[in-house]
């Protein structure tokens, strides 16, 4: 599939991921750098009024990069902005799904959503996708 | 409360895209593309390098800037974005600084908020902007009260 040849309205392939662990935000803490406690520690959670630790706001903004990465020979992320709405929590299930919703020539403009189990959002993003071959 | 340092702007502080820290985070992430580290499979890409994942830069050093003080704790990241005029190579140098862009605070049902927005930049060795992202950090009142009384 091109993303190219996608119409307003059309959908990428949903993400499902499986329910985060403590060792996905122990992960994320190490490779970014991100040592806020109360995504990792329960105490230092619980500390902060919160019922439990909860994921990086940026993991979750992180995992949306993959439903665009298949198509990086086609274009590029020029844009990417998140609101993160919603707390997520260990054993939180996150499907994440990426709209069409404008186009031109050669932007494609993607409306993302983080959603939860419960039907609660996570996370809002628009993604804005330049593509290579209407820019030559 | 932002007030004085609003506008300042840290020193830029040199950063080199690390091939081993972009395979960390894109498996961090749940992003292990091919594209992002394995080195045949970038020289073949349109790119002819690997690149790193869009929110990477996350895990650059912007630099400090003086006198803006933040508590370590009870902070609420509300807000984040990213701005590309291309994608970043593994390899490459970027120059990172930290402007203070914005402070405003809004009633809410808890009291009011403060929002402060975080401008960081990302330059190449001749100067010129590779991408920059925003960070919208917001402040509850208890958080602000803790900072007055330190």
């Known amino acids: 599939m091109k993303l190219g040849d996608l119409k307003v309205g059309d959908v990428l392939p949903p993400l499902r991921w499986p329910p985060v662990s403590r060792l996905d935000l122990i992960k994320y803490a190490g490779a ?22 909860i994921a990086h706001g940026m993991l979750t903004m992180g995992r949306m ?13 020029s844009s990417f902005s998140t609101r993160f709405t919603g707390m997520v929590f260990l054993n939180d299930e996150i499907t994440m799904t990426a709209k069409l919703v404008a186009k031109t020539d050669d932007v494609l403009t993607f409306q993302v959503e983080a959603v939860k189990q419960t039907g609660d959002t996570a996370a809002r993003a628009t993604v804005v996708f330049k593509l290579y071959d209407a820019m030559d | 409360m932002f007030e004085a340092v609003i506008g300042k702007r840290s020193k830029k502080i040199l950063n080199i895209v690390e091939r081993g ?17 394995n080195i045949e499979f970038g020289k073949k890409s349109r790119y002819a390098a ?12 912007y630099g400090t800037v003086e006198g803006l003080r933040l508590p ?31 402070y405003v605070e809004k009633p809410a049902r808890s009291g009011k908020l403060g929002f402060l927005t975080l401008k960081r930049v990302g330059e190449d060795a001749q100067g010129e902007e590779v991408f920059h992202s925003r960070s919208v950090i917001i402040l509850t009142e208890a958080v602000r009260r803790g900072m007055a009384d330190a």
Do not use: C, M, W
């Open chain 1, 32 to 53: 970014s750098g991100d040592y806020n406690p109360i995504h990792t520690i329960d105490e230092a959670a619980e500390q902060a009024g919160l019922p439990g630790v």
């Open chain 1, 65 to 77: 990069g993959k439903l665009f990465s298949p198509y990086f020979e086609e274009g590029f992320i």
């Open chain 2, 21 to 37: 820290a972009v395979k960390k985070f894109a498996e961090a992430v749940g992003d292990p593309h091919p594209l992002y580290f």
């Open chain 2, 50 to 61: 690997n690149i790193t994942p869009p929110t990477f830069p996350q895990v650059f050093d």
């Open chain 2, 72 to 102: 370590e704790a009870g902070l609420i990241h509300g807000e984040q974005s990213f701005v590309y005029r291309r994608p970043l190579r593994v390899g490459e140098a970027v120059y990172g600084y930290t402007v203070v862009e914005s």
